[in-house]
Nanobody, 117 residues
């Protein structure tokens, strides 16, 4: 199983980016999906998560600015990021709970988001 994240890049404060993360390989089922981020010198933190039923959860600092969604037909999770701030600069990682034999959490390699003027 592989998770491929994309959509990162350089954006000015107040701008928007949309991240995508698609799973491939021996995927027989999947459950929760989410996005995490790690800024330089900081620990990895939750950004947002979405259950198989579509229930979402956001870190407080992302509420109202970020939107997580999923397309189960494509085994893909998205993160729409609006009103980006300098402090949103980080490597963003996707995570999915996938059934490939047993249910296991898989992580993407990360995509860099840089917010700078």
């Amino acid at each position: 199983v592989q998770l491929q994240a994309s959509g990162g890049g350089l954006v000015q404060p107040g701008g928007s980016l949309r991240l995508s993360c698609a799973a491939s390989g021996r995927v027989f089922g999947f459950k929760d999906m989410g996005w995490y981020r790690q800024a330089p010198g900081k620990q990895r933190e939750l950004v947002a998560e979405i259950t198989s039923g579509g229930r979402t959860n956001y870190a407080d600092s992302m509420k109202g600015r970020f939107t997580i969604s999923r397309d189960d037909a494509k085994i893909t999770v998205y993160l729409q990021m609006d009103s980006l701030k300098l402090e949103d600069t980080a490597i963003y990682y996707c995570k999915m709970r996938i059934l490939s034999g047993v249910f296991t959490d898989y992580w993407g390699k990360g995509t860099l988001v840089t917010v700078s003027s």
